[in-house]
């Protein structure tokens, strides 16, 4: 399985981005997707997920209300819509995908076997 971020980019607080990240090589539906972040000199920390067969999606604290995760089975690809962007958001985003990602583990990297390369993103202020 291999995952292709994209999207990232600069932009000014208070505007809008959207990810994508692209799967390929796997059953697309059987995959639930997350997304997470490293900021520079900081741990990388879970922002969104959703799971397979439309089992749900879970997000941040940081970033519920303001992003929105969503899945396109036919394109097998995930995207992330940041609104309301804060020069907090600003990090490196990744996705990762893994076939079996219970919901008590939804929020931890070590639940995902697969990951994407990473996008950067930067907020101004």
Avoid at 2 to 9: D, E, K, P
Avoid at 77 to 86: A, F
């Amino acid at each position: 399985v291999q995952l292709q971020a994209s999207g990232g980019g600069l932009v000014q607080a208070g505007d809008s981005l959207r990810l994508s990240c692209a799967v390929s090589g796997g059953t697309f539906r059987r995959y639930s997707v997350g997304w997470f972040r490293q900021a520079l000199g900081r741990e990388r920390v879970f922002v969104a997920a959703f799971k397979s067969s439309n089992q749900g999606t879970y997000y941040a604290d940081s970033v519920k209300g303001r992003f929105t995760i969503s899945r396109d089975n036919a394109r097998n690809t995930v995207y992330l819509q940041m609104n309301s962007l804060r020069p907090e958001d600003t990090a490196v985003y990744y996705c990762a995908a893994s076939p079996s990602v219970i919901s008590s583990t939804v929020t931890s990297q070590t639940a995902y076997g697969y990951w994407g390369q990473g996008t950067l993103v930067t907020v101004s202020s």
